[in-house]
DNA sequence: ACCGGCCAGGCAATCGGTTGCCACCAGTTG
DNA sequence: CAACTGGTGGCAACCGATTGCCTGGCCGGT
């Protein structure tokens, strides 16, 4: 083929080809583009031209190094392929990209070590960091926040701006919705032990159950996946609530489930509702009614404040950012049956005994 | 707060700073890192001491900048929510990490001309680019493909290297799959008409069809996703087929939820075949019966050649790899049931069930 | 005719590493 | 004893853009 088709050996198109072309300094060149009205109109245009036709492109690495600011920000979630993220991730990213940054994505598999590892690698490039579901301790965190602008998601951390959706109010709907239903009980299953957000709507919870007199129980902690949600449901199969809530969708979904190969049916026998409202939710067979996250703000939000952050504003790093939740009513909650309070009924499709010693486990799991 | 607690202002140290506090000259620093052996392993061994103390570490900008190899990489997905990217961008990132490299993440947003810009801002900054679903024309993949190393997935494009699912051996084990179940005609519901993948399954269905003795239609194109499978159950729920084979999981699902709003039941009076299986495709009810595509391994795969050409290995231009897939199956598919070919009996029987179905579901349901 | 000011452009230092080349110092070798 | 060699380390020129500072020219004001 023809010469330049070398993909190998053809360096860039730089100022200083474009300064050669057009006969004028690089400096020129380079405020050309990023001073403008520095330059003549005319040189001006004519170095554009110039440029364009060589196919100039400025080389960010170049600039960043001059100019200490890469455009780049880092975006750490602890699992890639979490739907949970991807709202949140197309949400920051859109942000980003419509700010001219580009999103360098860490991907922590889930492992505070990993997580650790990317960030250190991703630091010194980016100008900044969004914390999605940070698995690293506060203070750690507090740390990398004295390097460069941090925003966390998800996650409360004194002296940090945050990003939080509303839990507290969340969760109280999420239980006047199963009050109103006729639930006057109901067990949270639990999701991480560490997990701030699990810490807050589990006291929320009980608040909001307190203030409708709900009784309340709790089950776990669980990984916060749809295998964490199938194990809680062994947990609840010898004595099912009439009603729960988990502490997010894929727990619920994955307590569907496992309730279901049980024999157990929702919502006819209990009502689920999550928390989030990821995409699967509405795929699954009863729909998940849940609390919605506006994940896709959260990125959102999370990124342009990020974003002001770099370009100078202040951290405001008051209280978190709180970010307003709605209920979303599918078919994985309903009306209690009455009937179910009657014991021995369900002889057929709730008795199906699991060969594990059924009621010791579930008294003292703790 | 005390002094270096200031975000702002807080400069890296540099081998400038390294080298004075270990009294040798910079290039001496930057040898103790990057050529082994090259300095004294005593002096070495003081240097990094000293690094350590200071708390240094290497800017990569920095180091791209003379290098011309920036240790980074850029995935372009379609669309970071969808959920088929979910495990191949985990594959990636894997991958990337491991060698060291960092992924830049590229959200075309599903429109040609953001991943057009979103490729362009991000090339300059990288050493390769992975292409996962490009909406771009091949010429134009060909053009990129010279300024730097490319490699594309889910499709092929000649002269460029390419990773692919076995679409062919999918599609056939799936008709394979249908025929033994006793269907003998079948449907396939298309994806983007300027899809690769789409060509090849229809093509690949038709061959295997054609060789199993069993009758082809097809519709479409639909839009690959859940509302595409919804506005195809439209199309379909006039005069369904025993067997359709959708282009992909996302519109096998929402084909399934389509029917179902409409009262036909998969896997009773239609069974429904996907492609790719994405995380959803077993939280669903019923369970879809799927040709799984290695999409882990697919984006492990493309990082790795991605880097091994980065390295300076030949492109191995030939053919596009071919990864193997295996029939997943689920509760979507089942024997096809005999009294459908009765024929006016259509009316009753495959309008039947009202909007609940609780006894035949938990029959079928297993 | 002189001066101050402004405009447009060039020079050169700088960002933080990398690397080709040279210098120096031992320790060998002829 | 001179020449050679291998091992270390320093010097300085990059990589590509940005930017503070300077200069030369032109303008208007006095």
């Not at 890639?80 to 580009?102: K, M």
């Not at 939710?281 to 896709?296: D, F, N, R, S």
Request: proline letters at 6%.
């Amino acid at each position: 083929m023809s010469e330049e088709s070398r993909p190998a050996d053809a360096r860039a198109v730089t100022i200083y080809d474009v300064a050669r072309a057009a006969a004028v300094a690089p400096s020129t060149v380079s405020r050309a583009f990023s001073r403008p009205g520095r330059v003549n109109a005319a040189t001006a245009e004519r170095i554009r031209t110039v440029a364009d036709e060589l196919g100039y492109r400025a080389n960010p690495l170049a600039r960043a190094l001059s100019t200490a600011r890469s455009r780049m920000i880092a975006l750490v979630v602890s699992d890639v392929a979490n739907p949970f993220y991807s709202e949140i991730i197309r949400g920051a990213q859109a942000t980003a990209a419509q700010a001219g940054y580009t999103i360098l994505l860490a991907d922590a598999q889930e492992s505070d070590r990993l997580e650790r590892s990317a960030l250190e690698r991703a630091l010194p490039v980016v100008d900044g960091v969004v914390l999605g579901g940070s698995r690293m301790s506060d203070s750690a965190i507090r740390m990398i926040a004295k390097q460069k602008p941090v925003v966390v998601l998800n996650r409360a951390v004194v002296d940090v701006p945050c990003v939080v959706p509303d839990n507290a109010g969340g969760t109280r709907r999420a239980v006047e919705h199963l009050s109103r239903l006729g639930h006057d009980s109901l067990t949270y299953v639990a999701g991480p032990e560490a997990s701030w957000a699990d810490g807050m709507r589990w006291r929320s919870l009980q608040d909001a159950a307190a203030d409708l007199q709900l009784k309340v129980r709790r089950i776990g902690p669980f990984s916060p996946d749809v295998p964490g949600g199938v194990r809680a449901a062994e947990e609840l199969a010898a004595a099912p609530p009439t009603a729960v809530s988990a502490y997010n969708d894929q727990l619920a979904i994955g307590l569907i489930r496992g309730l279901g190969t049980r024999g157990i049916r929702v919502p006819d026998h209990v009502s689920v509702i999550g928390f989030d409202n990821i995409g699967a939710a509405e795929l699954i067979t009863p729909g998940l009614t849940t609390v919605a996250a506006p994940l896709h703000l959260e990125g959102a939000t999370a990124t342009k404040h990020l974003l002001a952050m770099i370009e100078g504003a202040q951290s405001r790093t008051g209280s978190p950012m709180v970010l307003p939740v709605r209920l979303v009513e599918r078919g994985s909650t309903a009306q209690r049956r009455r009937k179910r309070t009657s014991p021995a009924s369900g002889t057929t499709s709730v008795s199906p005994s699991p060969r594990k010693a059924s009621r010791s486990t579930s008294a003292g799991s703790r």
